[in-house]
C-alpha cells in the first residue's frame, strides 16, 4: 500500500499500511497503561479502557495535532484518586465532564497561545523527567506482588525477553521499516512465550480487560451548589494538567515532524473527549507523550493511527479479551524502556556546559519536580515562573544612559535598554537632578516603556527635576506614554515621523 489522500486532512498524505500497523502497536501498549492508571485513581480497569477508547478516538477526529494519542493518564490519575475515595465514582465522572467544559472553553478563548511563554529549558525538564517516570514506572514489573524482586529463572525468563523485545525494537529498523518495530517485537515475544510454555507475567495477570461497548451514563449527582464546590477543584487542576501536558507533548511531535499543530484546536478536541469520556464511565485523560512517541517512531503521521488504536482498543475489550490477556508483559515493559530511552533529551546532557546556569537550574528543578512529586503542571508552573524571574533580573541590568552635554548647555540621557518594574531603580540612580544645568533632554530611542511601573518612574524623575526648577524634555516615546505621562504636553516633544507607536497598557 502506497500513499493515498488522508479522508481526514486534505492537504496530508498518508501511508495506510504504517497508519494500520502502527494503530495495533498503540493499541496494545495502551491497554496495561491505561489499566495501570485506572488502579493508580481507584477506579476499575474498565473504567481506564473506556476513558483511552474515548479520548482517543475523539482527539484523533477533532484534535489538532494528527499522529498524537490520547488516553486514561498518570497525570489526571493522581489528581482524582482523592475525589474517588471520598466521594466515589459518579463524582469523578462529574468532575471529568466539567474539566472538559474548561478546556473546550480555554479552546475557543484561544489560550493555547499561552504555550509560547514556556521557555526550552522548562520543556527540555518536562520531557528528561517524563521519561524518567516512564522508566522507573516500568521496575515494578521486575517485582513480585508483595514489592520483593523477581528472582531465579523467573527473573531470568522476563528480564531476557525484555532484552529481545529492546533488541529487536533497537535493530529491525537499520534493516527494514516496512513494518513498525515495536509490533514485531511484541508478536516474536508472544510467539516465544506460546510455543515453549514460558511461564511469565501477562496482561492477564494484572487485570481482566472484558467488556462491552462504554456505557452512556450520566453521573448520577446532586445537582446543586455543594456538588459544584466538590468537584470544581478537581476539574480545575485535570484541565490544566490536561492541556498542559496536552500542549507541550504536541510541541514535542512538532518538532519531531517537522510540522505545526494547532493548540486551540486541540484544547476543544480534549474538552469535548473528557465531556464524553465522563458521559461514557471514563476517567478522562489528556495527551500521551509515551504512545505519541511510538507512534511517530513507527512512521505514522495522519489521524487514522490514533483511530485505529481507539477502535482496536474497543475491539480487545468486546472480542479479543481472551488473546490480548495472554500477551507478555515482558514485551511491553521493553517497549515503555525503549520509549523512554527514546525521549529523554540526551543532548541536553551535552549542552550544559554551553548553556546558561539559569537555563540549567530550570531544566534541572523542572525534571526533579516532575519526577518526584508526579506533579506535571506543578514542574511547568515553576520552571515558567523562574524563567521569568532570571530573565527580568537579566533585562534589568541591562538598562543604560549615554550622558554627554551639547553647545547650548543642555545635558542629554540617551537611555537604552528596556524600561519597567525591574529596571525602575537602575534608572532613577542614572540622574544627577541637582547637579544637571537648567534644561535636560531625556531621550528613549533605543529603549521602551514597558509598564506602569515604567510609566510612574518618569512620573518621579520628571517632578524631581521641574521642583528644583529646571526644564526636562522626553523624546521618541511613544502617544501611549503621552497619554499616561502627568504633565505631558509641557514634556514630551513629539516627532510624528521617529515616536514609536507601542503601547504600555491594552484599553
Not at 473504567?47 to 477533532?62: C, D, I, K, P
Not at 514489573?141 to 531470568?156: E, I, V
Amino acid at each position: 500500500m502506497k500513499k493515498y489522500l488522508n479522508l481526514f486532512d486534505f492537504s496530508q498524505e498518508v501511508n495506510y499500511r504504517t497508519e494500520i500497523l502502527s494503530g495495533l502497536t498503540v493499541a496494545l501498549a495502551l491497554v496495561p497503561e491505561a489499566i495501570a492508571f485506572a488502579l493508580i485513581a481507584g477506579l476499575s480497569p474498565l473504567t481506564g479502557l473506556y476513558a483511552a477508547f474515548v479520548m482517543g478516538l475523539v482527539t484523533s477526529v477533532l484534535g489538532g495535532r494528527p499522529g498524537m494519542i490520547s488516553g486514561a493518564t498518570g497525570a489526571v490519575a493522581v489528581v482524582i484518586v482523592s475525589l474517588a475515595q471520598q466521594h466515589g465514582v459518579e463524582y469523578v465522572f462529574a468532575a471529568v465532564v466539567l474539566a472538559g467544559v474548561l478546556q473546550v472553553l480555554a479552546g475557543m478563548l484561544r489560550l493555547g497561545k499561552l504555550m509560547r511563554l514556556v521557555p526550552h529549558p522548562v520543556i527540555f525538564g518536562f520531557v528528561n523527567g517524563l521519561a524518567i517516570i516512564i522508566f522507573l514506572s516500568q521496575m515494578d514489573q521486575f517485582k513480585n506482588a508483595d514489592g520483593s524482586w523477581l528472582s531465579g529463572t523467573t527473573m531470568l525468563f522476563f528480564s531476557g525477553l525484555v532484552l529481545l523485545t529492546m533488541l529487536v525494537i533497537w535493530g529491525l529498523p537499520k534493516i527494514s521499516k516496512a513494518v513498525p518495530a515495536s509490533l514485531v517485537a511484541i508478536l516474536l515475544v508472544f510467539g516465544l512465550v506460546l510455543a515453549f510454555g514460558i511461564d511469565t507475567r501477562t496482561i492477564g495477570d494484572i487485570a481482566s480487560i472484558k467488556g462491552g461497548f462504554p456505557p452512556f451514563h450520566i453521573p448520577e449527582v446532586p445537582i446543586s451548589f455543594e456538588t459544584l464546590q466538590i468537584i470544581f477543584p478537581y476539574a480545575a487542576i485535570v484541565a490544566g494538567v490536561g492541556l498542559i501536558e496536552s500542549l507541550l507533548t504536541l510541541n514535542i511531535i512538532d518538532e519531531i515532524t517537522e510540522t505545526r499543530g494547532r493548540g486551540n484546536k486541540e484544547a476543544v478536541a480534549q474538552g469535548t473527549a473528557n465531556i464524553l469520556s465522563g458521559i461514557f464511565s471514563g476517567m478522562g485523560g489528556c495527551a500521551m507523550i509515551g504512545q505519541s512517541l511510538i507512534n511517530t517512531s513507527n512512521g505514522a503521521r495522519a489521524r487514522l493511527s490514533g483511530i485505529v488504536a481507539a477502535l482496536m482498543l474497543l475491539a480487545f475489550i468486546m472480542f479479543g479479551a481472551d488473546l490480548i490477556e495472554k500477551v507478555p508483559m515482558a514485551a511491553l515493559t521493553g517497549l515503555m524502556i525503549m520509549v523512554a530511552l527514546g525521549t529523554f533529551e540526551w543532548a541536553s546532557l551535552r549542552t550544559f556546559r554551553r548553556m546558561p546556569k539559569s537555563d540549567v537550574l530550570v531544566m534541572v528543578l523542572v525534571t526533579l519536580v516532575t519526577v518526584f512529586l508526579h506533579n506535571l503542571a506543578l514542574a511547568v508552573l515553576v520552571g515558567v515562573i523562574i524563567a521569568a524571574l532570571v530573565f527580568a533580573w537579566d533585562n534589568a541590568k541591562r538598562i543604560r544612559a549615554r550622558k554627554y552635554m551639547d553647545e547650548d548647555g543642555v545635558k542629554h540621557y540617551e537611555i537604552y535598554g528596556p524600561l519597567f518594574f525591574g529596571s525602575v531603580t537602575l534608572f532613577n540612580e542614572k540622574f544627577d537632578v541637582l547637579s544637571d544645568p537648567d534644561e535636560v533632554i531625556i531621550d528613549f530611542r533605543e529603549s521602551r516603556v514597558v509598564d506602569m511601573s515604567a510609566i510612574e518612574a518618569l512620573n518621579k524623575i520628571t517632578e524631581r527635576y521641574l521642583k528644583v526648577g529646571k526644564k526636562v524634555h522626553l523624546k521618541h516615546l511613544s502617544r501611549d506614554c503621552k497619554r499616561l505621562l502627568k504633565n505631558a504636553d509641557d514634556i514630551i516633544d513629539v516627532n510624528v515621523l521617529e515616536d514609536p507607536t507601542y503601547k504600555v497598557v491594552v484599553d
